[in-house]
């Protein structure tokens, strides 16, 4: 049954895995979370048009937050343990790949099967466990984004604001997940403080 739960989350409709990323946010200095619950998962399902396709339950909601957290690490630079992409925790050494390693977890749950359509090849995806289907597709399309331009996934450059973007402006100078937010403060800020110099 689809909800009818509105998405209060401030910025969507970015590609999935930032999508998913973008499921916690910022208000009024406190961390927000989307996925605290079913709930919340079958209105990121509704809001990406997997609804239709699969269940908002618990073992969906723990496989979407472990992509999320790996997605996270991945974004960042960081493994979950809190291992920086050079390799270096508190701890010491680790493996090169420990910021990835993470997501490839995730995508062993699923594979692209190659099929033939009325329109021509194409592909769709399979899963040995259905509720692995949204996490999946989210860290599949972190692949993506990575082949098509890495440096255009962005995590906005306001100090206080956690949320993720794909810059998607011809030059590819956009700093903010969005100028009437993020924005706007960061401006205000610069003329209060030119001002108050002044």
């Known amino acids: 049954m689809p909800t009818t739960t509105p998405d209060p989350r401030p910025l969507t409709g970015e590609p999935l895995a930032l999508d998913l990323l973008n499921t916690r946010w910022m208000r009024e200095g406190a961390l927000q979370d989307l996925l605290t619950g079913p709930d919340g998962l079958a209105v990121w399902l509704a809001a990406n048009g997997l609804d239709g396709r699969f269940t908002a339950d618990a073992a969906t909601l723990r496989h979407v937050l472990r992509a999320r957290d790996a997605l996270k690490a991945a974004v960042d630079g960081v493994s979950v343990s809190g291992v920086s992409a050079s390799g270096v925790s508190a701890s010491g050494p680790t493996s090169a790949g420990a910021a990835t390693a993470d997501v490839d977890a995730v995508l062993e749950h699923g594979r692209i099967r190659p099929t033939l359509t009325a329109e021509g090849p194409g592909e769709r995806a399979e899963f040995a466990d259905q509720a692995w289907g949204p996490a999946w597709l989210a860290a599949r ?34 700093r903010w997940c969005s100028m009437a937010g993020c924005g706007n403060r960061a401006k205000a800020s610069r003329h209060y403080a030119r001002t108050k110099d002044a």
């Open 141 to 174: 399309n972190y692949l993506q984004l990575l082949a098509t331009a890495p440096d255009r996934i962005r995590g906005c450059a306001h100090e206080a604001c956690v949320l993720h973007f794909f810059d998607t402006s011809r030059n590819g100078t956009r």
